[in-house]
């Protein structure tokens, strides 16, 4: 759980970052967007190759956001339901990412530890799960701390986001939510 110190620490962090920081593609940004009127509210539609996810809000209406996805070969597609929330979650790869890339998670070989939530977590502030069948897929829609990897397909296979749009996203969204991923 992430304290308030943490919280106000990487609040003052954010605040001070100087105004070159890095900025999202508009077209990334949150906008409300026209959708195909048959599409039933109340749902999740991610788009890998365009970098989009919708939550359909109305008949007719999404609310769209930007994402980075994942790697060729590594990436989710298919029907889920978000079966679980966290905020500020904690994080461990899976064993097929330690041994895909030793470099990067060396720390989590042949040990049990877990990264826990804060604003250094690679989730981010907020994940939604993704499950199939009742069960997890291991597969999250969540924060990032690589905003640039936003319209790209970059990460070991989930959905991520800039964290305040992953924050207004999982205020949205109640488990059971079905997730179609193209």
């Given at each position: 759980?992430i304290t308030?110190?943490?919280?106000?620490a990487?609040?003052?962090?954010?605040?001070?970052?100087?105004?070159?920081?890095?900025?999202?593609?508009?077209?990334?940004?949150?906008?409300?967007?026209?959708?195909?009127?048959?599409?039933?509210?109340?749902?999740?539609?991610?788009?890998?190759?365009?970098?989009?996810?919708y939550?359909?809000?109305?008949?007719?209406?999404?609310?769209?956001?930007?994402?980075?996805?994942?790697?060729a070969?590594l990436?989710?597609?298919?029907?889920?339901?978000?079966?679980?929330?966290?905020?500020?979650?904690?994080?461990?790869?899976?064993?097929?990412?330690?041994?895909?890339?030793?470099?990067a998670?060396?720390?989590?070989?042949?040990?049990?530890?877990?990264?826990?939530?804060?604003?250094?977590?690679?989730?981010?502030a907020?994940?939604?799960?993704l499950?199939?069948?009742?069960?997890?897929?291991?597969?999250?829609?969540?924060?990032?701390?690589?905003?640039?990897?936003?319209?790209?397909?970059?990460?070991?296979?989930?959905i991520?986001?800039?964290?305040?749009?992953?924050?207004?996203?999982?205020?949205?969204?109640?488990?059971?939510?079905?997730?179609?991923?193209?």
């Amino acid at each position: 759980m992430i304290t308030r110190r943490t919280f106000v620490a990487a609040a003052a962090a954010t605040a001070a970052m100087p105004a070159y920081a890095f900025e999202v593609d508009p077209i990334y940004r949150p906008q409300k967007v026209s959708m195909k009127a048959d599409l039933e509210p109340g749902q999740i539609l991610i788009l890998p190759r365009a970098h989009f996810l919708y939550f359909v809000d109305a008949p007719g209406q999404a609310m769209r956001y930007g994402v980075g996805v994942g790697k060729a070969g590594l990436e989710f597609t298919g029907s889920a339901k978000i079966g679980a929330k966290k905020e500020w979650p904690t994080w461990r790869p899976t064993q097929e990412m330690i041994e895909r890339d030793p470099g990067a998670y060396g720390k989590f070989k042949d040990n049990d530890y877990v990264q826990p939530g804060g604003p250094s977590n690679p989730l981010g502030a907020r994940a939604l799960y993704l499950f199939q069948n009742g069960r997890d897929t291991f597969f999250r829609i969540h924060g990032t701390t690589s905003p640039r990897s936003i319209g790209r397909s970059v990460s070991n296979g989930c959905i991520r986001m800039i964290n305040e749009h992953v924050m207004d996203l999982y205020q949205r969204v109640p488990l059971g939510t079905p997730v179609t991923v193209l």
